[in-house]
């Protein structure tokens, strides 16, 4: 196949106005009940559906189609373990040591977190995303990606609301500096720990900061020109 060789647009699937209408809809309202917890059951979720939803992470736009993302799916408990204390060790420089500062701790103070990460070892499933400084739309390529940063958090956004629609919840937990990741996972120098996701079922009596559920109106994100 050359480079700039094109093929039919496959399964594109259009719907009837009124269709479309109820899709977004339907979608609105499903993803709303979308949250972030920090309390996790142990319950085992199978592997095969985590691995699905990170099928559809991969099917995210990118930067040249150079896919610049490779996902960690950590099941083990005592990698899991491994990651909560490495985690935790970090998190305590940022919340007690002075790393964060005032204004940031002041910001994270209406949901209550602290250096405690104990659904880091609760959850079945913690997923950590690496960002490919180098790459390519083959494995082994050593080309230079372009718009990682996008791209991967595109991806991201695909697999927390396929995570979702599977009906599990999730949590983006993002320790600074994170690159005790790339240890633990055992990944190169060219990757970049992006985000930890940890994905289970939450917890029996499961709660949320009342300050999460604050969502900007519509009209203070969107300008119609």
């Given at each position: 196949?050359?480079?700039?060789?094109?093929?039919?647009?496959?399964?594109?699937?259009?719907?009837?106005?009124?269709?479309?209408?109820?899709?977004?809809?339907?979608?609105?309202?499903?993803?709303?009940?979308?949250?972030?917890?920090?309390?996790?059951?142990?319950?085992?979720?199978?592997?095969?559906?985590?691995?699905?939803?990170?099928?559809?992470?991969g099917?995210?736009?990118?930067?040249?189609?150079?896919?610049?993302?490779?996902?960690?799916?950590?099941?083990?408990?005592?990698v899991?373990?491994?990651?909560?204390?490495?985690?935790?060790?970090?998190?305590?420089?940022?919340?007690?040591?002075?790393k964060?500062?005032?204004?940031?701790?002041?910001?994270l103070?209406?949901?209550?977190?602290?250096?405690?990460?104990?659904?880091?070892?609760?959850?079945?499933?913690?997923?950590?995303?690496?960002?490919?400084?180098?790459?390519?739309?083959?494995?082994?390529?050593?080309?230079?990606?372009?718009?990682?940063?996008?791209?991967?958090?595109?991806?991201?956004?695909?697999?927390?609301?396929?995570?979702?629609?599977a009906?599990l919840?999730?949590?983006?937990?993002?320790?600074?500096?994170?690159?005790?990741?790339?240890?633990?996972?055992?990944?190169?120098?060219?990757?970049?720990?992006?985000?930890?996701l940890?994905?289970?079922y939450?917890?029996?009596g499961?709660?949320?900061?009342?300050?999460?559920?604050?969502?900007?109106?519509?009209e203070?994100?969107?300008?119609?020109?």
């Open positions: 196949m050359k480079p700039h060789d094109n093929i039919p647009l496959p399964d594109y699937r259009e719907y009837s106005e009124a269709e479309m209408h109820k899709r977004a809809a339907d979608f609105l309202a499903d993803i709303r009940r979308r949250h972030t917890v920090r309390e996790f059951s142990d319950r085992p979720v199978p592997r095969e559906i985590i691995e699905d939803c990170i099928r559809a992470a099917t995210a736009p990118s930067g040249a189609n150079h896919q610049p993302w490779h996902f960690a799916l950590i099941g083990s408990p005592e899991k373990a491994k990651v909560r204390r490495r985690a935790e060790q970090e998190e305590h420089g940022f919340y007690d040591e002075g964060a500062g005032e204004e940031w701790l002041d910001a103070a209406p949901l209550g977190t602290d250096a405690s990460k104990p659904y880091l070892e609760h959850a079945p499933w913690l997923i950590a995303i690496f960002a490919q400084r180098r790459g390519g739309v083959e494995t082994g390529m050593e080309r230079k990606n372009y718009y990682v940063s996008e791209s991967v958090g595109i991806a991201t956004g695909f697999l927390i609301a396929a995570l979702h629609n009906g919840a999730t949590l983006t937990h993002t320790p600074k500096p994170m690159n005790f990741l790339n240890e633990i996972c055992c990944r190169p120098d060219h990757e970049r720990a992006f985000i930890l940890v994905a289970g939450p917890a029996e499961a709660s949320i900061p009342v300050h999460a559920t604050i969502k900007k109106p519509f203070d994100i969107v300008t119609v020109l």
